[in-house]
């Protein structure tokens, strides 16, 4: 196995309900990823009903492109094995994802 974790950067704009159902569907598939959402500081009100915990942590910023916050996450949470970017409107079904990313990862020199 790698060494690490996994980041999960998840950009996420009017939809903290959106944001809330991937978070879940990430930790219902999971063991171990951290889910970094990218809100804009002008939208935190938005997400107060969504908890910060052990695997969400918030990345609070100004408002710019999506591909600039995700890039600015990784800057600011380099300590990860594996970066994954998913969306705020999309769900993981599959159990066990992340043991099968980070075997796959392993694999390779």
């Known amino acids: 196995m790698i ?6 950067i998840c950009p996420s704009r009017d939809r903290p309900q959106g944001l809330l159902a991937t978070y879940q569907s990430m930790v219902n598939t999971t063991t171990n ?3 970094i959402a990218c809100i804009d500081e002008d ?5 107060a ?3 910060e915990g052990d695997r969400l942590k918030f990345r609070i910023g100004r408002r710019e492109p999506v591909c600039t916050l ?3 996450a990784v800057e600011d949470y380099p300590d990860f094995a594996i970066y994954v970017m998913m969306i ?5 079904v599959t159990p066990g994802w992340d043991q099968w990313l980070l075997a ?3 694999r390779f020199p």
């Open 3 to 8: 060494e690490g974790s996994i980041a999960v």
């Open 33 to 35: 990823p951290m889910m």
């Open 43 to 47: 939208q935190r009100e938005l997400y």
């Open 49 to 51: 009903a969504v908890p």
């Open 70 to 72: 995700v890039n600015r």
């Open 88 to 92: 705020d409107d999309a769900r993981y």
């Open 104 to 106: 796959t990862f392993d």
